[in-house]
């Protein structure tokens, strides 16, 4: 009953975000913790605070947060050059006259472009996205079907540095508008290990030390935190952050929380998630 609910909650015009059974998707409230829970919390920071990454209004001339577009079968397709070839996906992608870029079309980082072909349910993630003259370069680019995801091969690289999806673990302003977030969400880390653990499929790390978390690791927010007295919009997030937890997909600033940018946002509702401290947090056994 759970998965069809989540299976029918988180979708994205009208497409499905995964099925509700997919590893994202499934609740980790039950799991065990891991033996290594502790030392892991502390490396990344039991006194560091947690960040929504996303809100409303612009910041330094780019939305707050990872935004999408959505598109369709009469979008164009481009070819793009990448940088990482090897373990992209060598597809022409739908890139929409006035893109949606992380960060704003002018940004430095990470440039993340985030695709919905609404007619054929599939997705489309890029990294480092640029346009050359009349060519599009990226780091990498990734694809997926959002009723029947398949996971990328071991060892490969996706928009993200743990060869994870992008948009379905991100929260969404129509999710918590409804009052509800029904599946793990994106965080990042400063320092992450070499290895990396299901879902996950790639790491980014040259550091071999166990105290550090592997890419896809899933941390959630402990239940005896109690989370009633923040404002709505913080509570949604932090109960799902109970429920479907955390999963370490990339590299960048610790307790860092994924997100899109919408108007709705309230940042000072979000800003209240900084009450959350890494000693709020657990790391739980992989649920495969």
């Not at 709505?232 to 994924?258: H, K, P, T």
Request: proline share 7%; hydrophobic share 40%.
């Amino acid at each position: 009953m759970l998965a069809q609910i989540a299976a029918a909650a988180a979708t994205v015009a009208g497409c499905p975000l995964f099925p509700g059974d997919f590893s994202t998707n499934e609740r980790v409230d039950r799991l065990p913790v891991a033996p290594d829970s502790a030392a892991i919390v502390q490396s990344i920071g039991t006194g560091g605070a947690l960040k929504a990454d996303f809100g409303s209004g612009l910041w330094e001339g780019g939305p707050i947060g990872i935004p999408y577009d959505v598109v369709g079968r009469s979008t164009p397709r481009s070819r793009v050059r990448f940088e990482y070839a090897a373990e992209s996906d060598r597809v022409r992608y739908p890139i929409p006259a006035g893109v949606s870029i992380e960060g704003g079309p002018d940004a430095d980082g990470d440039r993340h472009a985030l695709l919905v072909d609404r007619d054929r349910c599939k997705l489309y993630e890029l990294f480092a996205l640029r346009r050359e003259g009349d060519a599009w370069t990226a780091g990498s680019g990734a694809t997926w079907s959002l009723r029947r995801p398949r996971v990328r091969p071991s060892g490969w690289t996706s928009a993200d540095a743990a060869g994870l999806p992008i948009l379905p673990l991100l929260a969404r302003y129509q999710e918590v508008r409804r009052g509800r977030i029904t599946h793990a969400l994106r965080m990042t880390v400063s320092r992450s290990r070499r290895a990396f653990v299901w879902p996950a499929r790639h790491f980014a790390s040259s550091d071999a030390d166990p105290a550090l978390p592997r890419m896809g690791e899933r941390l959630r927010l402990k239940a005896s935190v109690d989370v009633s007295g923040l404002p709505r919009q913080a509570r949604v997030v932090a109960r799902a952050m109970q429920r479907y937890g955390l999963i370490v997909a990339d590299n960048g600033s610790d307790w860092f929380v994924s997100g899109s940018p919408h108007p709705g946002w309230d940042n000072d509702q979000l800003r209240a998630l900084g009450e959350l401290r890494g000693s709020d947090f657990e790391v739980v056994r992989a649920p495969r």
